[in-house]
């Protein structure tokens, strides 16, 4: 199943943008949804994660009080609502999901078997 993420553009420092993806379940069982990004010659980073039981987050430490990762079951739609942005959150952003969570870290990109495409966010300063 392909994801679509869409929501990206160009804001100040300190403005907000949400991203959106579109990411149904492809199966029951445990299962996870994330965001991580990159820049230009940079690895893909960790960025949020959502495990579908109990709902319960993670972040990584440069984005924490400041970005907050949902999904909205009914319209199998992931969000990453972006607060607060500095110019070292441009990067290219990747939403991703997994249903082969037991036993990996969900802040490890190789957890993730399917991934969409890429939105740019630019923070200018």
């Known amino acids: 199943v392909q994801l679509q993420a869409s929501g990206g553009g160009s804001v100040q420092a300190g403005g907000s943008l949400r991203l959106a993806c579109t990411a149904p379940r492809r199966n029951v069982g445990p299962y996870a949804w994330a965001w991580f990004r990159q820049t230009p010659g940079n690895e893909r980073d960790f960025v949020a994660a959502?495990?579908?039981?109990?709902?319960?987050?993670h972040y990584a430490d440069s984005v924490k009080g400041r970005f907050s990762i949902s999904r909205d079951d009914a319209k199998s739609t992931l969000y990453l609502e972006m607060n607060s942005l500095k110019p070292e959150d441009t990067a290219v952003y990747f939403c991703?999901?997994?249903?082969?969570?037991?036993?990996?870290?969900?802040?490890?990109?190789?957890?993730?078997?399917?991934w969409g495409q890429g939105t740019q966010v630019t923070v200018s300063s």
């Open positions: 959502l495990r579908w039981s109990g709902k319960t987050t």
């Open positions: 991703a999901d997994s249903d082969r969570i037991l036993g990996r870290s969900l802040f490890s990109r190789a957890t993730y078997n399917n």
